[in-house]
């Protein structure tokens, strides 16, 4: 599981060789950006859209973190 409050692990892997889950994504902020094909952070190349639903992207989990995520916002739920 992700700690960013928006990203949740799907389980499923990322395509090709990649070891990476898909994490979904449904970070507002981000959405909108990619609706309005703006790039802001080295992340959003690494992000896929879903056909047929815009509220979320799938986003390799390598990088749904902070360090590497402009959008990355902490789940401050108790116990995570």
């Known amino acids: 599981m992700t ?3 928006y990203g ?4 499923e892997r990322w395509a090709g060789r990649c070891q990476c889950h898909k ?4 970070c507002p ?3 909108r ?6 790039i802001r952070s080295p992340v959003d190349f690494h992000t896929q859209t879903v056909p047929g639903d815009d509220s979320f992207v799938y986003v390799r989990g390598k990088f749904c973190c902070r360090e590497k995520c ?4 902490p789940n401050l739920s108790p116990g995570t």
């Open 33 to 38: 950006q990619l609706t309005d094909k703006v």
């Open 29 to 31: 902020p981000r959405l």
């Open 3 to 5: 700690d960013c409050k």
């Open 8 to 11: 949740t692990d799907t389980g």
């Open 70 to 73: 402009a959008y990355f916002t």
């Open 23 to 26: 994490i979904e994504c449904r």
